[in-house]
């Protein structure tokens, strides 16, 4: 093992140049207009394995292609690793407030600023490496390795559902590694062990047949914008607790161990406002901040729309006013469930004034994983010897839906080995990824499949 990381450490240069050259391809998957550079990321990733020696391939899908690599030369008799990570980004542009070009990667006090350098270019990228420091020096891996990078993580991800689904044999493996999460500091891995699942959904409340002249019709029509806020005031009480009836029916209850190590983090107030310049924590008071971020279910109205916002102003009553409303949800929830339990409860509270009705979006499953699994106990001292320190299990407040389809289709376990950090700005201007935890996740990486091995 030592070769490897020593070649690693000898190729680190040259490992930041290739991910600089990444991170300059703007794979946006969300804008059709970026269709053409999602797919140049996509064969750049393809080049790049097969340049080390892996077998790749571009998979064409309906919308953004998936990236499949392996290397099975470990034989029959040793375990096989399914590295998931995806090469699409978010959309970024200099007037949303970036320092510099999002797609010009700028390296700063030690961070890599780029779009995609935390989420995700930056997390899978390590692992490629980490392949190509034991092909490169040993000529062969202690394991089987295959790789599943997606171009939709970003914008929905239901080619690779589909694929997962209809090649379970082909993606089969003794564990799966997932690097798209985040740790909370620089000396403190993260092993999480739980995320949350999802449903999201559109409000929309109607009212005249048109907009009217507010001057003409106010005080005699309901104003939908106005119901609509009437609405939404009612899906909460004054403790933060969700309102609608039977929402938290199917919570699984945490134990008193659970929850001892969730405070492992030691998370406070004072670190909740300097990341987000907050004046005051809102929630659940019978629970800690990290308790309702990873293991309380939410509902968040992440959206509002209604009537005139333009410059100057407009005397209007609008005739549609939308909200659009999204649900973290945890273990034993299901999202088709929680979905109906809203729509019953907002058409009891809708005053008979105007109608509403809600939109399904999408709906994803939260995943659950065993901290007490080898491969789990493989990756803790993969931690403890390539990054120095021994993790801590933690749940995760997001959602990753291929995590809970991996493991009901693939039949495996899932290993959330996590290199970025909380304060990454995944999806905001600058977002950065620190330069020593790809040096140091390229070397956890390598004892990890080490670790496998045995």
Known sequence: MDKPLQYANNKYNDYKDQLID????????????????????????????????????????????????????????????LFYGHYDVQPAELADGWDHEPFEPKEKDGFLYARGAADDKGQFFIH????????????????????????????????????????????????????????INTEQPVIVTALRGGVSMELHVSGPKSDLHSGAYGGAVHNPAQALAEIIAQLHDTNGQISVPGFYDDVKALTPEERAAIAQAGYDFEELQAETGVPQAYGESDFTILERIGARPTLEITGIAGGYYGAGFKTVIPQKAIAKISCRLVANQDPDKIFDLLEKHIMDITPPTVTTELVKLKGG??????????????????????????????????????????????????????????????????????????????????????????
């Open 22 to 81: 990444l991170l300059k391809i703007p794979s946006i998957s969300t804008d059709p207009n970026y269709n053409t550079e999602v797919r140049r990321a996509g064969e750049w990733v393809v080049a790049d394995m097969q340049r080390i020696g892996l077998t790749a391939e571009l998979i064409e899908t309906n919308r953004h292609p998936l990236v499949y690599a392996e290397w099975l030369g470990a034989g029959d008799n040793k375990p096989t690793v």
């Open 128 to 183: 490629v490496k980490a392949v190509e420091s034991i092909l490169a020096s040993d000529g062969e891996l202690p394991v089987n390795v295959k790789f599943i990078i997606e171009g939709e993580e970003e914008s929905g991800g239901e080619s690779i559902e589909a694929y997962v689904k209809n090649h379970s044999d082909r993606l089969s493996a003794n564990v799966v590694v997932v690097s798209d999460t985040s740790m």
């Open 365 to 454: 499953r939260w995943a659950q994983m065993d901290i007490v699994n080898p491969m789990m106990q493989s990756a803790v001292r993969a931690y403890r010897d390539g990054w120095g320190h021994e993790p801590i299990f933690m749940r995760e407040g997001g959602s990753i839906p291929i995590v809970a389809h991996m493991q009901e289709n693939l039949d495996a376990p899932v290993v959330m080995m996590g290199f970025g950090l909380n304060t990454d700005n995944l999806h905001a201007p600058n977002e950065h990824f620190s330069l020593d935890h790809f040096k140091r996740g390229i070397q956890t990486s390598i004892h990890f499949m080490y670790q496998i091995a045995k």
